[in-house]
Structures are given as C-alpha cells and as structure tokens.
C-alpha cells in the first residue's frame, strides 16, 4: 500500500519546530502513500466504474460518473486561469458539488482551505488575508445568509480575490453550473504534475486569539490518514456512509468519512441536515452501515428514539467523536440506536485514536480508543514538561506520520505547539491507560469546546468589546450535560444593555453563529484574582472558578 518516496518540504511551509531534523523519517520508512487524491479517484473509478459513489437527495453518481465530472471541472477552473499552489476559499453545504470541487482541486493542485457553511465576515477575511485567496467558492443563499452580499464585501477588501464561484443563482458572479460547460474543444483532461508531497488541502485549527491557524494537509500523509482509519474500520465495496456532519470537517471527512469510502469503493450518503428527522429515513432507504456524530447528535438522535420515532434498523456503526462522549451516553448508543459505538479521538493537525471493531464493551464506553499507527508517538507531560505513568492526566503531546510539523506561516503558534524535538502539544489533557488507551479529560487552552465546535474566547471578546456600553467582558466555559461546553460571557457594562443587544452586535459584526455566548452574565466589577496584574488567560481561568460557582441555576440561556 505504501512505497518509499522522498517528498521536499514546500518553501512556503518551512514553521517547522526548532531542531525538527531530530523527527523521524516517516517519508523514507515508507508511511506516507505514493498517490494524490486524484488519482485515489481515478484508481476506484477503475476498480467500480459502474458502483455508486455519491448520492444526493434524488441524485445519483457511479464512480465513473464522478471520475469524469471531477475532471470536466477541473477543466474549468484550469480555464479560469487557477493553478498548483494557488489558494481557495471553498465553502460549500454538504453536496456532490462540495465533492467534485474537493477532488477537481485536488486534481489540479489548487489548495482549498476547507470553511465550514457556519463561518461568516469574520472567519473569511481572516483566512483572505492569511493565505492570498484567489477564489472564493460558495452559495448563493444558506442558513439566512446572503453569501453573494458576502463575496462583495470579501473582494472590496481584498484585490487578490479575483474570482467568486457560486454554486445556484446569480446574476453578479460566475456560476459553479458554467464550469462543466466548456466546449468540447476547451474541455480536455486535465493532467497535472501534482505529487504526493503538495500540500492538498488546509484544514482549520481553532486558536485561542481568533487568528486563523492552517494545517497543511499533504497528499501523501493525508491519504495514509484515510487509509488507516478505512483498514481500521474495515471499509470495504459494501459499506454505505451517511455524511451528517459537515464534509469540510477532518472528522467527516478523512476519519475515515467520506474520502476513506470513496478510496473503499463504498457508497457516501449525503445529509444536508444532521438531524435523526433527516437521517433516519436516509439510513433506512439507502441500508447505511456506518456515519459519525459528535455527542450532542449523538444524543438527539437517542432522544428521538426515546419519543418514539423508530430507531435506524439499518446502521451497524455508529462512530462519536469531536468532543468526549461521557459514560452514560456511551452506553446507551447500542441498546437505543441499535448500533454498534466506536469512540474516535483525534485532531485536524494530525493525531487520530480509535476503539476497535474487536475491541470489548468496557473499553468502548471508557476510553476514546487507541491510536491508528504503529509510528504514532504519545507522550503525557505535567505542567513543568516532565513525562507522567500511566494512569496519571497530563497535557498530550504526540508526533506521527501523519501529523503536521508545523501551522502555514504562523512561526508565533508553532513556536508554542511544537516541542524542540517535533511534538504538537494540542492542549488537551488525557490519561493513558497500561493498555495505550487515551481517555480525554478536557482541554489547558483558553478554547472553549461547544459540541465539537472550537470557539475562542478572546476572539468573541474583543468583539464584545467594540460595543460601546461593554467595559470589559470575559469569555468562559460553562460545563453542559448536551453540549460538553456551553459558552458564558461575563460583561462589565458602563450603561444598561440587553444581552440581546449584544448578541444582535456580534452577528452584525459577521461572527458565526456557533460562536455566540449561550449565556451573558452582567456583573458590577471583576473579583480580583490577589495577583495583582495578570494575564488575561488568568484572569478568565480566575472567572471560571469563581464566577461559574456562583451563578444561580435558574438564570434562563438568553435568547
């Protein structure tokens, strides 16, 4: 499955930690796949030419189909002047057109970075201005939101943005539609010199400023990602995915998700809606075998069940991951669902664990699994760096063949993620087991955890404080049985204001919509943490503990 290739590093993506030169070589030792994305495709278009690969709703495509459509658009975007190493703003609903453009880029290699139908003005102009975005790939209409109106604000700020793709109407930019019809004579299989070591896509990380964080996800490395997470599933001709959650999602999909299917030659469900009202009729029709939820879909859909809605007979795989899973839901999935549960803890930069299909009951309910590769490094530090046994809980760091050695030109964040001897420190706190499971405990950074969405608390507070009735405002974490975390603002104001005001604020300001407090606090003045001047960090660690114990529990979530 995998050959020894030697794969230089990008000009472009030189951040790697000091003395990286001491990681080990996971090019030479052969992890890494000698194959690109587009040529995955190719390979299962060859293998099932006349299977199902994607459906959509009433829509359906073979593998062949697929394979050939990717590349009359590919052929398109080449027309327009797009080209290896360009960047890309794509933002696209789950859809077969999300896939197409996914591979048609891949296959040209045009850099997508993967946006999430959630972000808005904010998240967007950050990622122009990080990465000189050339295109910008959306809708025309979604969730409220005019995205047309959006691209126009993008491409004022923005001169490098020349083109915007919008997939359904429009009478302002070019249409996604029109890229599959060049003439004949303009139309011709695009083939490239695209190779495993390019850069295929950027994934998001959230940060703890609001500045954006890319992961450079290469062809090689993110194929043996997929791969992994397929054999480990046993993936195989037979298995029908439901895409629920967000497809530009790490998780959706290349854990395995949808890619690994597609590399499988199963067929991939598209959801346009994650919930059991949408899905289970989607799982019934189409006898889906496997689909991944983050815990609070996980339990809506146990909570359809309880009132009376027929569980989804057809799904044997049932995979939870993006947040931790607590006990009590973890062992309510089999008898409710039907299904059988895989725990999966990972991370868009890199590391992926996973519970075995063989593994016993206790060890699914307990622990988040194990991680996919024998070359995985996990080591559990104290606050001083120092390794702890197992069985204690620690800050995680790890190093492996598939995660990165370093964020896209943010030479300040990876100056603080990665060790000197090439180890990512993601901020989470795990204990390992003697057996080399992970059990998640919570997170060290200043990021707030809301159903697997990552919201960064001074991102959302300098917002808060461009209103002018907002003095001061601290961003915290309120623990939620549903959710993991819920977010709570804790506003210092210096004239009566509404906590809908101020919500009205931030969406006028563009900040997505997951990002808003669920709760605002009004306080009379910050208790003081008896330092003296500290950190903001330590201020909001300082609220944490000594505002969330005092609240009163019949304050109702603002609206």
């Not at 359906?60 to 590349?71: F, G």
């Not at 954006?212 to 037979?238: M, Q, T």
């Not at 998700?257 to 019934?284: D, K, N, S, W």
Request: charged residues 20%; proline residues 6%; negative net charge.
């Amino acid at each position: 499955m995998h050959s020894r290739i030697d794969l230089p590093i990008d000009s472009s993506l030189r951040q790697s930690p000091p003395n990286a030169a001491r990681r080990p070589d996971y090019q030479h030792d052969g992890y890494w796949c000698d194959q690109t994305f587009g040529a995955m495709l190719r390979q299962s278009a060859s293998c099932f030419p006349q299977a199902c690969a994607l459906v959509d709703g009433e829509r359906q495509l073979t593998y062949q189909q697929l394979d050939q459509r990717v590349d009359r658009l590919a052929s398109g975007l080449a027309h327009l002047g797009l080209s290896a190493g360009d960047k890309v703003l794509l933002q696209l609903p789950n859809s077969i057109e999300f896939v197409e453009m996914c591979f048609a880029l891949y296959r040209l290699g045009v850099q997508p970075i993967l946006a999430l139908p959630a972000h808005r003005d904010v998240e967007l102009a950050s990622f122009c201005a990080f990465a000189d975005v050339s295109a910008y790939i959306s809708v025309d209409q979604s969730e409220g939101c005019d995205f047309e109106a959006l691209a126009l604000r993008l491409q004022q700020r923005f001169p490098s943005l020349e083109h915007v793709i919008i997939s359904g109407e429009s009478t302002v930019f070019r249409t996604l539609q029109s890229l599959y019809l060049l003439p004949d004579e303009k139309h011709s299989v695009v083939e490239t010199s695209v190779t495993p070591h390019m850069v295929a896509c950027f994934q998001l990380s959230g940060g703890t400023t609001g500045v954006p964080k890319l992961i450079p996800r290469r062809h090689g490395e993110y194929l043996y990602n997929l791969k992994r997470c397929a054999d480990i599933c046993r993936f195989s001709s037979e298995t029908v995915y439901l895409a629920a959650l967000p497809m530009a999602h790490n998780f959706t999909m290349c854990c395995p998700g949808f890619m690994g299917t597609l590399y499988a030659g199963g067929c991939v469900v598209i959801a346009r809606q994650p919930t059991a009202e949408h899905c289970f009729p989607l799982i019934e029709r189409y006898q889906v075998t496997h689909t991944a939820l983050v815990p609070p879909l996980a339990l809506l859909w146990m909570e359809a069940v309880a009132l009376g809605r027929n569980p989804p007979h057809a799904l044997q795989w049932l995979q939870v991951g993006g947040a931790r899973l607590s006990y009590e839901a973890a062992r309510r999935v089999m008898p409710v669902l039907g299904c059988r549960l895989q725990q999966v803890f990972g991370m868009a930069e890199g590391l992926i664990c996973m519970t075995r299909p063989d593994d016993d009951l206790s060890r699914v309910l307990h622990t988040q699994g194990r991680p996919i590769s024998a070359a995985d490094e996990i080591r559990v530090v104290d606050e001083k760096g120092q390794c702890l046994p197992p069985g204690q809980v620690g800050q995680i760091q790890t190093r492996g063949p598939y995660t990165i050695q370093g964020y896209y030109r943010n030479p300040e964040a990876n100056a603080s993620a990665f060790t000197d001897d090439g180890f990512y420190c993601s901020g989470d706190r795990i204990e390992l087991t003697p057996d080399g499971d992970v059990i998640v405990e919570g997170r060290d950074k200043d990021l707030i955890n809301r159903g697997g969405e990552k919201i960064a608390a001074e991102e959302v507070e300098n917002l808060l404080l461009s209103h002018p009735a907002v003095v001061d405002v601290a961003l915290v974490a309120m623990p939620d049985d549903f959710l993991g975390e819920r977010a709570c603002a804790f506003v210092l104001a210096r004239e009566a204001v509404s906590a809908a005001a101020l919500k009205r604020h931030l969406s006028q300001q563009g900040l997505a919509a997951f990002k808003l407090p669920d709760r605002f606090q009004f306080i009379d003045e910050f208790p003081s943490t008896g330092v003296g001047k500290v950190s903001r960090q330590h201020l909001r660690a300082a609220l944490q503990q000594q505002l969330l114990s005092s609240l009163e529990p019949d304050i109702p979530v603002s609206s």
